[in-house]
C-alpha cells in the first residue's frame, strides 16, 4: 500500500529564519510525483511545489525547495527566509503515473512568529 | 487567477438525509476530484470524473455516494442518506488533463451529520 507520513504535526519558526517539514513515503511505483500544498487558513489548499521522481535535481521555486531523497523516500520542503504569509496547513502528497488520486499526509501545521 | 469555488461553505444535515455538495471547477479543466478529510485525519481520495463519467473511486465511495456533472459548470457530490461518520471537510479539486498534472483545489465544504 502506498503511504505518505508526516511526522511533525505543528512546528513553529521564527520570521526570517529557515524551516524544514519532514514528509516520508512508502512505494513500489517508480515513476510517481510528489507535492507540497499549502492551506492557509479558510483558504483552499495551492501547490507549493512539485517533484518528478524521474528527476534527479531538486525542485525550488523561490524561497521554496525541497531535499528528495528517492533512496531514503523521503520528501522534506525547506522554506528560507519564512514569512507571516507563510503561516498555515502543509501537506505533502503522492501520485503515480496511470491513476488520478493524490494520497495525502496529515499535514503539519507551521506557524511563524514575528 | 481561477480558482475552484464551492458550496456551501458549512452544511449541517440530519442523518439519513441526502445532501448534494456543489462545486465550480476551473472552465477548461477536464477533471474532476472529490476529496474528504475527517477532522484531525488524512485527506482521503473519493471519486474522478472525466468526460461523465467516473475514471477512477475509492472504497469509500459506495452506493451512498454519487457525482454528476449537471451542465457545464457544476460538479456536483450527493450522498443519497447521510450518516454521523459522513461528517467531515469534502474538497472538489480539477486539473487540465489526468494523472500526475496538477490539481486545483476548492476551499472545501465542511459537513456535519446530526
Known amino acids: 500500500a502506498q503511504t505518505v507520513t508526516q511526522s511533525q504535526p505543528e512546528m513553529s519558526v521564527q520570521e526570517a529564519e529557515t524551516v524544514t517539514l519532514s514528509c516520508t513515503y512508502d512505494t513500489s511505483e517508480s515513476n510517481y510525483y510528489l507535492f507540497w500544498y499549502k492551506q492557509p487558513p479558510s483558504r483552499q489548499m495551492i501547490l507549493v511545489i512539485r517533484?518528478?521522481?524521474?528527476?534527479?535535481q531538486n525542485a525550488t521555486e523561490n524561497r521554496f525547495s525541497v531535499n528528495f531523497q528517492k533512496a531514503a523516500k523521503s520528501f522534506s520542503l525547506k522554506i528560507s527566509d519564512s514569512q507571516l504569509g507563510d503561516t498555515a496547513m502543509y501537506f505533502c502528497?503522492?501520485?503515480?503515473?496511470?491513476?488520478?488520486?493524490?494520497?495525502f499526509g496529515t499535514g503539519t501545521r507551521l506557524k511563524v512568529l514575528a | 487567477e481561477p480558482e475552484v469555488t464551492q458550496t456551501p461553505s458549512h452544511q449541517v444535515t440530519q442523518m439519513g438525509q441526502e445532501v448534494i455538495l456543489r462545486c465550480v471547477p476551473i472552465?477548461?479543466?477536464?477533471?474532476f476530484y472529490w476529496y474528504r478529510q475527517i477532522l484531525g485525519q488524512k485527506v482521503e481520495f473519493l471519486v474522478s470524473?472525466?468526460?461523465?463519467?467516473?475514471?477512477?473511486k475509492s472504497e469509500i465511495f459506495d452506493d451512498q455516494f454519487s457525482v454528476e456533472r449537471p451542465d457545464g459548470s457544476n460538479f456536483t457530490l450527493k450522498i443519497r442518506s447521510t450518516k454521523l461518520e459522513d461528517s467531515a471537510m469534502y474538497f472538489c479539486?480539477?486539473?487540465?488533463?489526468?494523472?500526475?498534472?496538477?490539481?486545483?483545489f476548492g476551499p472545501g465544504t465542511r459537513l456535519t451529520v446530526t
Open positions: 479539486a480539477s486539473s487540465a488533463t489526468g494523472t500526475n498534472y496538477e490539481q486545483y
Open positions: 502528497a503522492f501520485g503515480t503515473s496511470g491513476t488520478y488520486k493524490y494520497i
Open positions: 470524473f472525466y468526460n461523465n463519467e467516473i475514471s477512477e
Open positions: 472552465s477548461n479543466h477536464l477533471y
Open positions: 517533484q518528478e521522481a524521474y528527476k534527479q
